[in-house]
């Protein structure tokens, strides 16, 4: 089993719809949980972290981690063609600087 | 946010010859930086991670006499990728760490082995 396990896509929504991306992980100690957009040709770009369970809301972004399920969200809310990318989600330990293990990626396409 | 600058954004080179790209943390010292490759449609992998003043670790598979990494300075890292080949091409990506807090990604550099 891969330590995190993400839906490669792509996912195709009508631009205004509620976006859903998620990731599953296997090790527990997991502690700091990202989710990074990437445009196609560019380098990864945080949009959100979050530490330990719970939730954590910037503007339409909401990220939402689950740690008895070991399970991350990312929402989307109004989703514009802007928001068109591939978002990968990630995860690390304690420390911050530890290394960081990314998922697959979504591709995500917001059709005007 | 900080800024993380990576150069060159794209480069094409012949088969058999070495290739250096830069990593650049702008405006803080970076602890930690880490390299990554990242073939089409595929996650980031990473490849190694370097601390200022001593050797890089290299992940599992990735060939440390290949890839050579130098963290000479807490605001500079540079990947030589030496006598390059085709199977080489990839986007290659960096990021800087603060030390207990997030790290920070470079534009990325993608490399044409011709």
């Known amino acids: 089993q891969k330590e995190v396990e993400q839906d490669p896509g792509p996912l195709s929504v009508p631009e205004g719809a509620i976006v859903s991306l998620n990731c599953t992980y296997s090790?527990?100690?997991?502690?700091?949980f990202m989710w990074y957009r990437q445009y196609s040709r560019k380098g990864p770009e945080l949009l959100m972290y979050?530490?330990?369970?719970g939730n954590k809301e910037d503007g339409r972004f909401t990220a939402q981690v689950d740690k008895s399920s070991k399970y991350i969200s990312l929402f989307i809310r109004d989703s514009q063609p802007s928001d068109s990318a591939t978002y990968l989600c990630?995860?690390?330990?304690?420390?911050?600087?530890?290394?960081?293990?990314f998922g697959k990626g979504t591709r995500l396409h917001i059709l005007p | 946010g900080a800024v993380v600058s990576q150069h060159p954004s794209w480069v094409i080179c012949k088969s058999g010859t070495s290739v250096k790209i830069e990593c650049r943390s702008l405006?803080?010292?970076?602890?930690?930086m880490f390299w990554y490759r990242q073939f089409p449609k595929q996650s980031l992998m990473l490849m190694a991670t370097?601390?200022?003043?001593?050797?890089?670790?290299?992940e599992q598979g990735v060939e440390k006499d290949k890839f050579l990494i130098n963290h000479a300075s807490l605001t500079l890292s540079t990947l030589t990728v030496t006598s390059a080949h085709p199977e080489d091409s990839s986007f290659y990506i960096c990021?800087?760490?603060?030390?207990?807090?997030?790290?920070?990604f470079g534009q990325g550099t993608r490399l044409t082995v011709v």
């Open positions: 090790n527990s100690a997991f502690q700091y």
């Open positions: 990021s800087a760490a603060k030390g207990g807090t997030e790290a920070f």
């Open positions: 990630a995860m690390s330990g304690v420390n911050r600087d530890d290394k960081i293990i």
């Open positions: 405006d803080f010292q970076a602890t930690t």
């Open positions: 370097s601390n200022e003043g001593s050797k890089a670790t290299y």
């Open positions: 979050t530490y330990s369970s």
